[in-house]
């Protein structure tokens, strides 16, 4: 998937420099021409670094420093500065900010290609490690690994059938809301729920016997009684 930069105030002609090198990475650049369009942009979810400048005539701002701030309370995008202002008060003060680095322009263009890269590079990771975060459901010591599709009860790995698990998990994710008969089978089988009393009621049994230590008490999967299953 190709990656979005966005540029807000090309006050050092930061576009003209990096746009080819850009395009040979498949890199797509966008430049916004206001505040307002910078924000949309960002809010839109598609930008995957900012490009920006402390020298700023933007209403609002005193300058870039304030800009960076406000970015950084709403996105966790890396923002690279490219910047004439090269004292280190600017740099301190932008890092401190937010900017996640500070460039002084006039460098090498290979080298801001080569620092958006690494940037890239690990936002990419971040977001992917906190996805599959996302993806790691917990209820007490019960413990649904969905990316490694493994379930785990008091630190031991627990073998579940894939009906098994796409049920238990469906009532995790769904945790402390009873899920009816029919709702659990159209869920997993993507059938209508005729007759699916005694299925599900089987595979819920043999989910209890693998992940409660007393099946007749359970401490995860419990039935209400005349609705349905819930997990918590």
């Keep these: 998937m190709s990656k979005n930069i966005l540029v807000y105030n090309n006050s050092t002609g930061i576009v003209e420099i990096m746009s080819p090198l850009f395009a040979g990475e498949g890199l797509q650049m966008y430049v916004a021409r206001n505040y307002r369009e910078m924000l949309d942009a960002l809010d839109e979810g598609d930008i995957h670094l900012m490009i920006t400048d402390v020298k700023m005539h ?60 690494s940037h890239l590079r690990r936002y990419t990771q971040l977001v992917n490690v906190c996805a599959n975060i996302d993806r790691i459901y917990q209820v007490g010591e019960l413990v649904i690994d969905d990316v490694r599709r493994k379930v785990s009860v008091d630190g031991k ?6 009906i098994e698990y796409k049920i238990l998990r469906l009532l995790v994710q769904e945790r402390g809301k009873v899920l009816s008969i029919a709702q659990i089978y159209e869920s997993i089988w993507h059938m209508q729920a005729i007759g699916a009393d005694n299925t599900i009621a089987v595979h819920i049994r043999h989910i209890r016997e693998k992940i409660e230590s007393n099946p007749k008490e359970p401490r995860y999967l419990k039935v209400v009684w005349g609705t349905g299953y819930k997990v918590g």
């Design 58 to 117: 933007q209403k609002g701002f005193v300058n870039g420093i304030e800009l960076i701030s406000a970015i950084r309370k709403r996105s966790s995008v890396p923002i690279i500065v490219v910047s004439a202002e090269g004292s280190e008060s600017s740099k301190i003060m932008a890092l401190n900010a937010g900017a996640d680095d500070y460039i002084v322009a006039g460098c090498n263009p290979l080298e801001i290609l080569a620092r958006v890269k």
């Design 157 to 162: 790995e627990v073998k579940l059938t894939p």
